[in-house]
C-alpha cells in the first residue's frame, strides 16, 4: 500500500535526508521520497501496523502529521534531526 503523509516542520534537505534514512530503516516500509515543495513524505507500506509505526517516527524526529499536536518541543527536534540529516549528507 502507498502513502503519502503531510508533515510539520520540514525545512531543508537536511529533514529530508533524516526522514528518508530513519523511515527506510523500519521493516517493510519501503521507496520513501519526501517532497519538500509541499511537506508530505510518500512510502510503500505492507501492513496497517508499519503505518502507524511511520507515523510515529516522524512525530518522534519532530515531524507530526498535519493535525497533530506540534509543541515547542517536537519543533525543537525537528532542528536537531535537521542538522544530523545535514552532516550525514
Known sequence: ??????????KCGGCANTIMTRLSALNDIDNVVVNNDNDSVS???????????AKNLLSKLGYPI??????????????????????NN
Open 43 to 53: 512510502f510503500i507500506y505492507k501492513e496497517d501496523n508499519d503505518l502507524i509505526e
Open 1 to 10: 500500500m502507498k502513502a503519502t503523509l503531510e508533515i510539520q516542520n520540514l
Open 66 to 87: 498535519i493535525g497533530e499536536n506540534n509543541p515547542l518541543t517536537k519543533k525543537a527536534k525537528s532542528f536537531v534531526s535537521c542538522a544530523v540529516g545535514r552532516m
